[in-house]
């Protein structure tokens, strides 16, 4: 149990939490919401001990282990390889076996019964503790998170401060999700991830046993995992007793029931205020005058919720004419090396009007693409062809970053224009985007992560496309404003291409699906739940567990039917694989555990102090290391063929 008693913290005089009374029980899963700024990470600054209030408690249970993505790595640690960073979860461990190791060569030694005994009391409670903190399996499941992370087996090894800053934070991920927390505290996790390690994260938590306090913009998770959601805002934290579409819900309904008691004490108030003036001047109604009075005073004012609507606007503006195809891919081939080719014979066509999304894992060419169809990159073989009067507009993922923060709005909306472009239409598009009056002279440098996103895409349409190109568009955005843009999109009426981590967007968006694998761009006629139900058919037809390896044509005559069957099918064929290699693992898990009881039994008897023949049991002891050395390696190797199984069959579960 979390409790947060008359929590108060400011920040330069301004209230960030004020008089909070909030409580989290244990074996809660907590979505944590609120607009950016609001204090979402203070309140998780406060339960990791990192930010202290200016007033009130914090009772958290003693002795519970929190687990906490850290986003900034230590300079130590990126000398460590990959495996051995991720591995290291568990601070613990490392003083529990030095100390082991201490109290073992003591034992040796020791003739004192006494202090023999109490010693084996405390070798028992650390080989306890080792053990219940799963010391032995760590290295297995940091490779399994790893590589469900999109980090590919042959880089474990690999330095970690070689790897990029988002890749660093992905490992990270990993090392906290396998620290066994008894209280797991995420902000925003997904933030650099992609879709399958979003999939892959989400049937990882749903099986996280503690407690769990997520603040995420993403819905998908939010509706996934949370059982409860706490909504930070204005100064104030109220509990819901549902995930997020209940939280949405009940929020619109308690604002609806809160408006109405507004309106009745407004008007019993106004009835009152007007009786007052009426009586106030006659003697004869003073008595009746203050009576009123009274009842005026006792009614007390109904302070409504304090808006989170996203308050800018999002419009698009007319869409130009187009041909009947927005794009053509024509045996594209494209690396950023001769020798490395990224894709090769990529033959692919968009029409004009389609809502596309690229999925895949991050490295395998995603925006790359985008690149491609933008006329940003060249192919280094075939063509790319645009359609018939297509007008082209590009975000870019990093464009937040190269806005020039000293231009005011108006100046950036006019610096897309070509150059001797008329500019009487800036103040009707930036407009048409939340931009107007003063809001226009605003600097970019002061502007927020959802104001850039509506400046760029003002930026955009000034020029009005009819091929919009957009990577990670919601980066920046909280939920309300990436509902906003969804919505935009939903109702665009040209043709969208987009890249983007946010499930429930793409869920949202998309009417078609490219994933890039390593075996190339598959194109799925369908939106992403179809592509999830095709992909798993395809996998497990192939016999392969992960991306799908050969196109899919156009195929919407596929009935419903059709679906379950193979979806049944799927099922089962996966079922006879995942008991098979449970029943190895398990009887693997045995033999480890009788041989491990035998090494304890004769350590036990080696620190007795009873006349016993050391040379025997030393040589018993060193076959039975070889024995459970050589058990963990078969283990291991099929604990991870189990849990690549169990993931497989938790996807197909899902459709």
């Keep these: 149990m979390i409790d947060f008693k008359n929590i108060s913290k400011s920040y330069s005089g301004e209230y960030i939490l004020k008089d909070v009374n909030c409580r989290i029980n244990t074996g809660e899963r907590v979505g944590v919401v609120g607009p950016n700024g609001a204090g979402k990470s203070t309140l998780f600054g406060m339960v990791t001990g990192e930010v202290v209030p200016d007033s009130g408690s914090i009772v958290i249970p003693r002795d519970s282990r929190l687990g906490i993505m850290r986003q900034h790595i230590a300079d130590a640690d990126l000398d460590r390889s990959l495996l051995e960073f991720t591995s290291d979860a568990i601070p613990e461990l490392k003083s529990y076996s030095a100390e082991l190791e201490d109290i073992e060569s003591r034992m040796a030694v020791c003739d004192d019964d006494n202090e023999l005994s109490s010693l084996l009391k405390r070798h028992g409670f650390l080989q306890s503790s080792i053990e219940h903190l799963g010391a032995y399996h760590l290295d297995v499941e940091a490779k399994q998170a790893l590589t469900s992370l999109g980090f590919p087996v042959a880089k474990l090894d690999a330095r970690l401060g070689e790897f990029s800053g988002g890749w660093q934070m992905r490992a990270a991920l990993a090392r906290v999700l396998i620290s066994r927390p008894d209280i797991l505290l995420l902000d925003e996790p997904s933030n650099y991830l992609d879709i399958p390690a979003v999939e892959w994260l989400c049937r990882f938590l749903a099986n996280f046993q503690g407690t769990l306090l997520l603040i995420s913009h993403d819905r998908f998770l939010l509706r996934k995992l949370a059982d409860i959601t706490l909504e930070v805002n204005r100064g104030t934290v109220t509990r819901y007793a549902g995930n997020y579409d209940y939280y949405r819900r009940e929020r619109e309904q308690r604002k609806i029931a809160l408006e109405a008691a507004k309106r009745n004490a407004d008007h019993k108030k106004e009835q009152l205020e007007r009786m007052i003036d009426r009586f106030r001047a006659k003697s004869t109604k003073a008595a009746a005058a203050k009576s009123a009075q009274k009842k005026l ?11 989170l609507d ?76 645009p359609g018939h009067r297509i007008i082209m507009g590009y975000q870019a993922q990093e464009f937040a970053e190269l806005v020039n923060d000293k231009l005011s709005v108006y100046d950036a909306v006019k610096a897309a224009l070509p150059p001797d472009a008329p500019t009487g239409n800036i103040a009707n598009v930036a407009g048409s985007f939340g931009f107007s009056g003063e809001a226009m002279k605003k600097p970019c440098g002061v502007l927020s992560g959802g104001e850039k996103i509506r400046l760029q895409m003002a930026r955009i349409f000034v020029n009005p496309p009819n091929l919009l190109i957009l990577d990670e568009p919601t980066t920046h955005l909280d939920l309300s404003a990436r509902e906003l843009l969804q919505e935009a999109l939903r109702n665009y009426a040209g043709t969208v291409a987009m890249v983007s981590h946010d499930i429930e967007f793409v869920r949202n968006v998309a009417q078609t699906i490219w994933e890039v694998s390593p075996d190339g761009v598959t194109k799925y006629y369908g939106d992403y739940d179809y592509y999830l139900e095709k992909s798993a058919a395809l996998n497990n037809s192939s016999g392969i567990s992960g991306m799908s390896v050969s196109p899919v044509q156009s195929d919407n005559t596929v009935t419903a039917k059709d679906r379950r069957r193979a979806r049944a099918q799927a099922r089962s064929a996966i079922q006879g694989e995942l008991n098979k290699a449970r029943k190895e693992v398990e009887k693997l898990e045995n033999l480890l555990d009788e041989y491990s009881a035998r090494r304890t039994v004769l350590l036990a008897k080696l620190s007795s102090g009873e006349k016993v023949d050391f040379a025997k049991l030393n040589t018993e002891l060193a076959a039975l290391d070889k024995d459970i050395a050589s058990i963990e390696a078969r283990w291991e190797e099929r604990a991870m063929e189990l849990e690549a199984l169990r993931q497989e069959n938790d996807r197909i579960n899902s459709l």
């Design 310 to 385: 996203y308050h800018g606007v999002i419009r698009f503006p007319e869409v130009p004419p187009s041909g009947a195809e927005a794009a053509r891919f024509e045996s594209v081939a494209f690396g950023y090396e001769p020798d490395k080719l990224l894709f090769k014979d990529v033959s692919l066509d968009i029409a004009a009007g389609e809502k596309l999304a690229v999925i895949g894992y991050n490295g395998m060419g995603k925006t790359t693409l985008l690149k491609l169809l933008a006329g940003i990159l060249k192919p280094v073989s075939g063509r790319v062809v």
């Design 297 to 307: 005073d006792r009614i007390e004012d109904v302070k409504l919720s304090e808006s």
